[in-house]
């Protein structure tokens, strides 16, 4: 017997991704519902090759009936509607970053903590981390295992998908636009975007750092340990789909790159493709529409006394969101959550 499955915001990039992946890995569902705002009441979205859903009012829906709510409207709508839904027992996966540093709500990668899931009794609420925080995680923690890290400097290079279809449409219409020497229209983005880089992501904080470096660094201390010390630039670049990440680690006990290499190649989640030629790499390009989280320039840091740096690519809309927030699904399922037509709500677990 399946379980009942709402997918909130599911007209968004992150929603309909959430839609396809539940297809494509089979979850177990006996119903799936789409949810989003009142404007899209009424609209389409596929679930799957042959499954075409309506959407339903989020605000009005009934959720009694619901085992899992896969949440992506938006931070302002997931406060009230997150709560709602749990309090009417479901169980809610949260991609918003509103509830990811509250206490009683765990943040889950399940390659790094999936046994923090258990916690999801407390509120009723699971957090899915930041998309550069995902990827990140995955591919430190086979490395903190083998030698311990202390301090992380990460560099971003975050595509325009992680801000919206409006976002992704900005940097085609800006580019369209320099082409035919049309004027740029700057929405979305506080400078042009097509063929620039922008050093701003999220608002800006009274230390200088913007709120998604400051997310790394609390996330990334959640997630793996509060005594790594995180330090994270965050750029958007014109690219469609997939972050990369440029990452330089301080580790307590020696590790050389071969360890590293081995390590991250048995890791969950990860694939190694270090070669020292030329394509011997991956780029957003060929990450994007994959699970993985990838792992290429492997090398020590000569200027540390252990340290080692490499380069790290994800697709955003997977990985960094719809898949992990279904993985985080699965593992629920598997461990702790029974179908409420089952009759008993919760394994033992």
Not at 176 to 195: H, L, M, S, T, W
Request: aromatic share 6%; hydrophobic share 40%; proline share 5%.
């Amino acid at each position: 017997m399946g379980y009942r499955v709402a997918v909130a915001g599911a007209t968004g990039n992150v929603g309909r991704e959430i839609l396809a992946i539940l297809a494509e890995r089979k979850f177990p569902v006996d119903e799936v519902v789409a949810l989003a705002s009142s404007r899209s009441v009424g609209k389409e979205v596929s679930f799957g090759e042959d499954d075409i859903l309506k959407v339903q009012d989020l605000e009005t829906f009934d959720f009694r009936h619901t085992d899992i709510v896969l949440s992506s409207p938006g931070g302002k709508v997931s406060a009230v509607q997150s709560p709602r839904a749990a309090k009417a027992g479901a169980v809610v996966i949260d991609n918003t970053s509103h509830f990811r540093m509250d206490a009683d709500v765990p943040l889950v990668v399940p390659e790094v903590n999936p046994e923090a899931i258990a916690g999801h009794t407390k509120r009723g609420i699971i957090a899915n981390p930041n998309c550069s925080t995902i990827q990140l995680v995955v591919a430190l923690k086979p490395l903190h295992d083998l030698a311990g890290i202390k301090r992380v400097v990460v560099a971003t290079y975050q595509s325009v998908s992680g801000a919206g279809r409006e976002a992704m449409d900005e940097l085609f219409t800006q580019t369209r636009g320099i082409y035919v020497n049309d004027p740029i229209k700057k929405e979305r983005f506080p400078k042009q975007i097509a063929f620039n880089c922008i050093p701003q992501i999220d608002i800006f904080m009274d230390d200088g750092l913007t709120k998604e470096e400051w997310k790394m660094s609390v996330e990334t201390r959640k997630i793996l340990d509060p005594d790594i010390a995180v330090t994270a630039t965050c750029v958007r670049v014109p690219v469609f789909i997939a972050h990369s990440e440029a990452v330089n680690v301080e580790f307590e006990r020696p590790i050389d790159a071969a360890q590293a290499r081995e390590a991250l190649r048995d890791a969950p989640g990860v694939i190694v493709v270090d070669h020292r030629v030329e394509e011997g790499y991956v780029t957003p390009v060929e990450a994007a529409g994959e699970d993985a989280v990838f792992v290429s320039r492997i090398r020590r840091d000569p200027t540390v006394k252990h340290g080692l740096s490499f380069w790290c690519v994800s697709d955003n809309l997977r990985k960094g969101a719809a898949l992990n927030a279904v993985q985080i699904a699965e593992v629920l399922a598997e461990r702790y959550l029974e179908p409420k037509t089952n009759g008993a709500k919760r394994k033992a677990g």
